[in-house]
Structure formats: structure tokens, C-alpha cells
């Protein structure tokens, strides 16, 4: 069965640091990724998506994501955090199934 | 204007109650959704629909029925509510059916069973 999964419950990131969350994925051939975010009390919003193409993803808010086929990850990353971003972050994939599979989420928290 | 509204935002109720949420969508997709997260942020599908026709439903109690009256609406009813149904639901809308397409939700029902 499709499957992603995020390693870490929670990263902890300086403003103006660089931030990295992780998610590593398992499909059988190729994968549909996404990444969402979820700020408190609100429905999770899209950040961005890989179904083909460059392997580097930039989506909204100044994120981007490194697809890595031999890695299987698909880690969301972001060159200067703000205090903005924190939030819980979903990563997905889409299953056989035809719908998504999200991760069990990574808690981000950006400290000025 | 909200693209994705749900009421009621919460939702206070007693066991063995029935309830519904209800879902609406001003965006024109075909496709909408239902989904469940956990007390511990856990998101799951429940239901998908497309352009009124029942197209996911995953392994759900038959407590849970939703409804599709128009592809801008998709309804959610409980009955004989357990206290294991507290959790948040979304509903979610897409342009495209089967998981391929960005997903637009909603703020969320906060299911309270007592």
C-alpha cells in the first residue's frame, strides 16, 4: 500500500534559519507527493505537489521540496524561516486507491 | 467569500444523538470529500464524492452517511453518536477526481460527543 511517512513530530527552527521537514515515501511506481500545511483551528491549505518533471518543487509561501527517487523522500524545505510558518505540516501521496494518504503530520515551530 | 464552508464550526452533543454537518462549495469542482482528524491530528478519508456519486467510501461505520444533494454540497449525517465520534471533520473540494488534484478545505467541524 501507498505510504508516507514523517520521522519527526516536531522540528524546532531560529527565524531566519533554514528549515527542513522530512517525509519519505512508499509506492509502487510513480508517486503523486503533496505537501499542506495546517495553522490552528484552520482546514489545511496546499503548499505544493510532484507528479513528474524537475525534481525541485517550489510552492507557495517560499517553500520548495526535493523529490529524491533513490531516497524515496520528498523533504519540504525552506531557505529563512519565519515565525509565520508555524504550524503542523502534512505530507501525501496519493494511493492506489485514487485518494490521498497523509502523514501522521510534523509540528514546526519557528522561535524569534 | 469562503470557497469551502462548513457548519456548524462546532458541535456539542449527547450519545446516542443524531447529527449532521453540512458542506458547501463555491469553487465549481466536481469532486468532494470527507475526511476525519483524530484527537492526535491523524487525517483520514471517509468519503469522496463526485459530481453527486458516491466514489470512495472508506471502511466507516454505517452510522455515517453522507449526502450529496448537488455537486456543491456534500452533507454529513451521524446517527446513534458514540464518544469515540469526537474528533474534528473537513470537508474538502477538488477540480479533479482521484487524489491527483489540489484539495481545498474547509475550516473544520469540531465534534464534541458527551
Known amino acids: 500500500a501507498q505510504s508516507v511517512a514523517q520521522p519527526e513530530d516536531q522540528v524546532n527552527v531560529a527565524e531566519g534559519n533554514p528549515l527542513t521537514v522530512k517525509c519519505t515515501y512508499s509506492?509502487?511506481?510513480?508517486?503523486?507527493l503533496f505537501w499542506y500545511v495546517q495553522y490552528p483551528n484552520r482546514g489545511l491549505q496546499f503548499l505544493l505537489k510532484y507528479i513528474t518533471g524537475d525534481n525541485l518543487v517550489k510552492g507557495s509561501y517560499g517553500f520548495e521540496a526535493e523529490f529524491n527517487k533513490s531516497q524515496t523522500s520528498f523533504h519540504l524545505k525552506k531557505p529563512s524561516a519565519l515565525v509565520s510558518d508555524s504550524a503542523l505540516y502534512f505530507c501525501?501521496?496519493?494511493?492506489?486507491?485514487?485518494?490521498?494518504?497523509f502523514g501522521a503530520g510534523t509540528i514546526l515551530r519557528v522561535k524569534s | 467569500d469562503t470557497a469551502v464552508s462548513q457548519t456548524p464550526k462546532y458541535l456539542v452533543t449527547q450519545m446516542g444523538n443524531d447529527k449532521s454537518i453540512k458542506c458547501e462549495q463555491n469553487?465549481?469542482?466536481?469532486?468532494m470529500y470527507w475526511y476525519k482528524q483524530d484527537s492526535k491530528k491523524f487525517l483520514k478519508i471517509m468519503f469522496s464524492?463526485?459530481?453527486?456519486?458516491?466514489?470512495i467510501n472508506e471502511t466507516v461505520p454505517n452510522r455515517f452517511s453522507p449526502k450529496s444533494p448537488d455537486k456543491a454540497h456534500l452533507n454529513l449525517h451521524i446517527n446513534s453518536l458514540e464518544l469515540g465520534d469526537s474528533a474534528v471533520y473537513f470537508c474538502?473540494?477538488?477540480?479533479?477526481?482521484?487524489?491527483?488534484?489540489?484539495?481545498?478545505f474547509g475550516a473544520g467541524t469540531r465534534l464534541s460527543v458527551l
Open positions: 469553487l465549481g469542482h466536481d469532486t
Open positions: 464524492y463526485n459530481n453527486k456519486e458516491l466514489i
Open positions: 501525501a501521496v496519493r494511493d492506489e486507491g485514487n485518494k490521498l494518504v
Open positions: 474538502a473540494s477538488s477540480p479533479i477526481a482521484g487524489g491527483a488534484g489540489i484539495q481545498y
Open positions: 509506492v509502487s511506481g510513480n508517486p503523486y
